[in-house]
C-alpha cells in the first residue's frame, strides 16, 4: 500500500525532477513510513531550480517519491492558483491510497476536504496551532489576520474531528483545542529525529555563567520570536552580563534583525550564523553554547529545543505550545514578553547550581524522545493508518 503525506511546505527541485530541502523534511524522516508501507508519496509544493541550494539534501529516494503541487506563495498567490492546485491533488491522491495530512497547513486542508467529498478517509499529523499562528503580534499585519485565525482554527478542530486517526506532535497541549472525534485512534508523538548521535555523552557542569546563548529557527516568519531575543540581549547586557547570542537559520526576516541588532547596540554581540548544511553542523553550534532560547509566540512541539537538550543545554522558552511539556515552569516566561525573558536570563545565566540541575533535567526529558523510542509509537499510528485505509 502507498501512503500520502501531504504537507504545508516549500521545497525545490532540478530539471532531473529531484527534490531538496534545507531543512528536517528529507529522505531520513520520510522513510520512516517505509516500516509499514510498501511506497511514500510525499505531495507538497515545489519551485524548479537549475541546480541545488547550498545545504540541501535529498527528499526522494528508494520508496519515496514527490508530487510536485504548483507553486504558490501567501493565500494571495494560493488563490490564483486554486484550480490547479486542486486539480493536482484530484490527480496524485488515488482512492486506494492512505492518506496522512499535516495540519494545520493550507494543502493539508484542501487534501482533507476533498477525501471527504470523496467518501474517502484520511489521517491527521496535528504539527501546529493556527489559532496561535494568527495570533496578534509585532510583524503579523493585516486586515484579514482575523479572519485566517477563526477560520484555520475551525479547520482544524471540524477536520481532526473528522479523521480515522490522528497524531500529535505534543502530549497535551494541541489534544485539548484540537480534541479527535469520539472513538478515534490518537497518539501523541513529536516528529523530531533523535538519533543516538545526536545525544550528548552526559549532563553538564557549570562552575561559571552561561554567556553563550543560541537559538535555531528558520527566519520566515516572526513565530521563533528572535526580536524578542534580541532586545532580551541587549537588556542583559545593559544589566552588566556579557552575554552572547549565535542565531542559527536563514529566512526574509534576516536583514530586519540584523539592522534591529545595531539599533539596539548588540550587533558586536550576536552573530547570525546562517543556515546550516548538516545536523551534525547544527550540534556543533549546540554544543558550543551555555544556553538555549525558545522565545516563540507560536510552537507545536519545538524540534530545535529537544535537540538543543539533547545536547545537554539549559534552556528558557515561552510558555505557548508544546513548550511547558518539555521545560520546568522556572524556565518559563509569557511570549512576546523581552523584558520578562531578560529578568529570568539575567537571574538565571550566573547560577552555576541551576544551570547544572537543568543540564541534568533536559538531557534526561530529551532521551524519552529518541528515535527507538517514539518510532514505536509511531508505528503504532501508521499500523492503524494502514488498517483503517484498507476498509
Same mark, same amino acid.
Given at each position: 500500500m502507498r501512503v500520502c503525506i501531504v504537507l504545508e511546505h516549500r521545497f525545490v527541485h532540478t530539471p532531473d525532477g529531484a527534490?531538496? &530541502?534545507? @531543512?528536517?523534511?528529507?529522505?531520513? =524522516? %520520510?522513510?520512516?513510513?517505509?516500516?509499514?508501507?510498501? !511506497?511514500?508519496?510525499?505531495?507538497?509544493?515545489?519551485?524548479?531550480?537549475?541546480?541545488?541550494?547550498?545545504?540541501?539534501?535529498?527528499? &526522494?529516494?528508494?520508496?519515496?517519491?514527490?508530487? =510536485?503541487?504548483?507553486?504558490?506563495?501567501?493565500?494571495? @498567490?494560493?488563490?490564483?492558483?486554486?484550480?490547479?492546485?486542486?486539480?493536482?491533488?484530484?490527480?496524485?491522491?488515488a482512492p486506494e491510497d492512505a492518506v496522512i495530512v499535516r495540519l494545520?497547513?493550507?494543502?493539508? =486542508?484542501?487534501?482533507?476536504?476533498?477525501?471527504?467529498?470523496?467518501?474517502?478517509?484520511?489521517?491527521?499529523?496535528?504539527?501546529?496551532?493556527? %489559532? +496561535?499562528? %494568527?495570533?496578534?503580534?509585532?510583524?503579523?499585519? @493585516? =486586515?484579514?489576520?482575523?479572519? %485566517?485565525?477563526?477560520?484555520?482554527?475551525?479547520?482544524?478542530?471540524?477536520?481532526?474531528? @473528522?479523521?480515522?486517526?490522528?497524531?500529535?506532535?505534543?502530549r497535551e497541549a494541541l489534544q485539548r483545542r484540537y480534541p479527535p472525534g469520539a472513538g478515534v485512534p490518537a497518539f501523541g508523538v513529536s516528529d523530531v529525529h533523535l538519533p543516538p548521535e545526536a545525544f550528548a555523552a552526559g549532563p553538564r557542569t557549570f562552575q561559571e555563567p552561561a554567556l553563550r546563548a543560541v537559538l535555531v529557527g528558520a527566519l520566515e516568519q516572526p513565530h521563533k520570536g528572535v526580536d524578542v531575543a534580541l532586545e532580551a540581549l541587549a537588556a542583559v547586557r545593559g544589566a552588566g552580563l556579557d552575554a552572547r547570542l549565535t542565531v542559527v537559520g536563514e529566512g526574509g526576516l534576516l536583514p530586519g534583525l540584523k539592522a534591529q541588532a545595531r539599533a539596539l547596540g548588540v550587533a558586536d554581540a550576536c552573530t547570525f550564523a546562517g543556515q546550516r548544511s548538516t545536523p551534525a553542523e547544527v550540534r556543533r553550534d549546540l554544543a558550543a553554547a551555555d544556553l538555549y532560547l525558545m522565545p516563540?509566540?507560536? $510552537?507545536?512541539?519545538?524540534?530545535? +529545543?529537544? $535537540?538543543?537538550?539533547?545536547?545537554?543545554?539549559?534552556?528558557?522558552?515561552? &510558555?505557548?505550545?508544546?513548550?511547558? !511539556?518539555?521545560?520546568?515552569?522556572?524556565?518559563?516566561?509569557?511570549?512576546? &514578553?523581552a523584558g520578562a525573558l531578560a529578568r529570568l536570563w539575567h537571574s538565571r545565566a550566573p547560577d552555576p547550581a541551576w544551570l547544572t540541575a537543568q543540564s541534568e533535567r533536559n538531557l534526561a526529558h530529551a532521551r524519552s524522545y529518541a528515535d527507538d523510542v517514539l518510532d514505536r509509537e509511531r508505528g503504532r499510528f501508521l499500523r492503524v493508518v494502514r488498517e483503517r485505509a484498507a476498509r
Open positions: 527534490t531538496y &530541502d534545507n @531543512g528536517q523534511a528529507t529522505y531520513a =524522516h %520520510f522513510r520512516r513510513y517505509l516500516g509499514t508501507f510498501e !511506497e511514500v508519496q510525499v505531495v507538497a509544493r515545489s519551485q524548479p531550480v537549475a541546480r541545488p541550494r547550498p545545504g540541501d539534501r535529498r527528499v &526522494d529516494g528508494p520508496g519515496v517519491q514527490v508530487a =510536485h503541487m504548483p507553486y504558490y506563495e501567501g493565500p494571495g @498567490g494560493l488563490l490564483r492558483r486554486l484550480g490547479p492546485v486542486l486539480g493536482r491533488l484530484r490527480a496524485v491522491l494545520g497547513g493550507v494543502l493539508g =486542508h484542501l487534501a482533507a476536504g476533498l477525501r471527504t467529498v470523496q467518501g474517502r478517509r484520511y489521517a491527521v499529523e496535528v504539527v501546529n496551532d493556527p %489559532f +496561535l499562528g %494568527f495570533a496578534p503580534g509585532p510583524g503579523r499585519r @493585516g =486586515h484579514l489576520r482575523p479572519l %485566517f485565525r477563526v477560520l484555520m482554527t475551525a479547520l482544524t478542530w471540524g477536520q481532526v474531528r @473528522g479523521a480515522a486517526a490522528v497524531q500529535y506532535v505534543t516563540s509566540r507560536t $510552537e507545536g512541539l519545538p524540534r530545535a +529545543l529537544l $535537540e538543543g537538550m539533547a545536547q545537554a543545554l539549559p534552556a528558557l522558552g515561552s &510558555d505557548v505550545g508544546g513548550i511547558p !511539556e518539555l521545560l520546568s515552569p522556572d524556565a518559563l516566561v509569557p511570549p512576546g &514578553d
